[in-house]
């Protein structure tokens, strides 16, 4: 997965949830994102952390995978929220989004070399 605008790779590893099981378990019971990794979730417009043991950074885009939100940080126990357009969401681990310089209007780009 990379950033258009800046060229920044957010993961090489990502992994996709497209069914609903693969949606309802996420990241639950991982026992963390590794450098490279990460998980596209479409349809998802929020994310709640309960049961999660680390916190992660989620990118949430809209349709055409422009970002509409990207919140640091999501804790354990948490939630977050893509807003008004979100439809999909990159789960990454904490740091990507301010090592990546990714912002609301970026647009990701998801290559058959990045996806698992």
């Known amino acids: 997965m990379t950033n258009e605008r800046t060229g920044q790779v957010l993961g090489d590893a990502i992994g996709e949830a497209r069914s609903l099981a693969a949606r309802v378990r996420g990241l639950l019971g991982s026992p963390g994102l590794a450098d490279g990794e990460g998980l596209w979730i479409e349809p998802c417009p929020s994310i709640h952390m309960f049961f999660m043991r680390f916190a992660i950074d989620a990118i949430f885009t809209d349709r ?8 640091p940080n999501v804790r354990p126990w948490g939630l977050a929220v893509g807003g008004r357009g979100a439809h999909a969401v990159l789960e990454l681990p904490t740091g990507v989004i301010e090592r990546s310089q990714s912002r609301v209007g970026d647009r990701l780009i998801l290559t058959p070399t990045a996806s698992r």
């Open 64 to 71: 055409e995978q422009r970002v509409v939100r990207a919140v």
